[in-house]
């Protein structure tokens, strides 16, 4: 069971930002005073913009009160597409955020989603991964955090429904062919996901009700609601939710705060 689940509503998707920038901004201090690093797994499409925004902003306070030469920024998933396509989940993150913001290039580790192979692409992330956390065989990386998202058929970062991604146990990061889309995904792997220290689910929207209260309440089959994989995760998971997306959420299921 986790360590901690927290299901948090809030009004729309600007506090959802501002209540994740917060969490972020704690987080990252508290690990840096640690253990003078912070790794955080980035996630893409348009929810998480508005928070990246926020903690690039000067006139915020999240931006002053984070060590950013501490920070180590990676990905969740990746699209296949070069690192300035209007797609990437990189070049969101880098024109809102990264490039806004104090750190040091190689304290940005993006997936070369560029390569022609797809595969390629994967096993070259995979090897970072090993190298910048020292993993042994076996072993999986820690991040401190992983920001995620939601979509509406139940899918998070690029684990979509009725992929062998679900079932993956041994590699760290896949390229899987995504049908609807007719492209390849670059992705970290179920077991990466689940041993975050902390995960962040960021959800907004109406048209996420319905996969939201499959994925909190509906009965366990991550082959088709894949986000359902983090049930079963030690991390502490904080569910950050509008109302919009909140709609089918009985009372008793929240925490507003």
Not at 142 to 165: C, E, K, M, Q, W
Not at 168 to 174: D, I, N, P, S, Y
């Amino acid at each position: 069971m986790p360590l901690e689940v927290g299901i948090k509503i809030v009004a729309d998707l600007q506090e959802l930002s501002g209540v994740a920038a917060k969490h972020f901004a704690r987080l990252a201090t508290e690990a840096v005073l640690e253990k003078a690093r912070f790794t955080v797994a980035l996630s893409g499409g348009s929810t998480p913009e508005s928070f990246y925004r926020l903690l690039a902003n000067e006139n915020e306070p999240y931006r002053a009160q984070v060590r950013w030469e501490n920070i180590h920024f990676f990905w969740g998933d990746e699209r296949h597409v070069p690192p300035d396509h209007p797609d990437s989940n990189y070049r969101m993150a880098n024109e809102t955020m990264l490039r806004k913001l104090p750190v040091p290039m190689e304290n940005v580790h993006r997936i070369r989603s560029e390569l022609t192979d797809a595969h390629k692409a994967a096993d070259e992330y995979e090897q970072t991964l090993c190298e910048f956390f020292k993993l042994v065989g076996g072993q999986y990386p820690r991040f401190d955090l992983v920001l995620l998202g939601l979509g509406s058929d139940g899918h998070t970062a690029s684990i979509f429904p009725n992929s062998d991604v679900v079932n993956e146990r041994v590699r760290l990061v896949v390229a899987t062919w995504i049908e609807n889309f007719e492209s390849y995904r670059i992705t970290l792997t179920p077991p990466v996901l689940e041993s975050a220290a902390a995960v962040d689910f960021l959800v907004s929207g109406a048209e996420k009700a319905n996969a939201l209260r499959e994925v909190l309440k509906g009965d366990y089959h991550p082959e088709l609601s894949p986000a359902q994989l983090l049930r079963r995760t030690r991390a502490n998971v904080l569910w950050l939710v509008d109302r919009p997306a909140a709609r089918h959420i009985s009372t008793s299921d929240k925490d507003e705060g």
